[in-house]
């Protein structure tokens, strides 16, 4: 069993940055990929970005390339999503997920990932 607990949410203008953070505990998950998604208001959870295991292979979505940067605390247990050139587009619920044991890899498939967090909230004002 792992628990998430996402933090860093909040509210900022277009153009602004937040920096959102992902603690885990329980089971060590340094052998499991982990991942950012998001849920808008009235549509589907999408994906956001994934990291390897290692903290070397990364995966964005192509509506955050260039703009939002993952990272890896592996000691600490840990995941970062630095959000930047932030627009309206962007404000969302967004989650911290895991995969399972010995599951290395970033994934997009929501359905890849065993454990979630409970969200963080953004809002980006125009």
């Known amino acids: 069993q792992v628990q998430l607990v996402e933090s860093g949410g909040g509210s900022v203008q277009a153009g602004g940055s937040l920096r959102l953070s992902c603690a885990a505990s329980?089971?060590?998950?340094?052998?499991?990929?982990m991942a950012w998604f998001r849920r808008a208001p009235g549509k589907k959870r999408e994906f956001v970005s994934s990291?390897?295991?290692?903290?070397?292979?990364?995966l964005y979505a192509d509506s955050v390339k260039g703009r939002f940067i993952i990272s890896r605390d592996i000691a600490r247990s840990t995941i970062s999503l630095e959000l930047n050139a932030l627009n309206f587009e962007d404000t969302a619920d967004y989650y911290c997920?895991?995969?399972?044991?010995?599951?290395?890899?970033?994934?997009?498939?929501?359905?890849?990932?065993?454990?979630w967090g409970q969200g963080t909230q953004v809002t980006v004002s125009p």
């Open positions: 990291i390897g295991w290692n903290g070397v292979e990364k």
């Open positions: 997920a895991v995969r399972g044991p010995s599951s290395f890899y970033a994934s997009v498939r929501e359905d890849d990932y065993a454990s």
């Open positions: 329980g089971r060590p998950i340094t052998n499991s990929a």
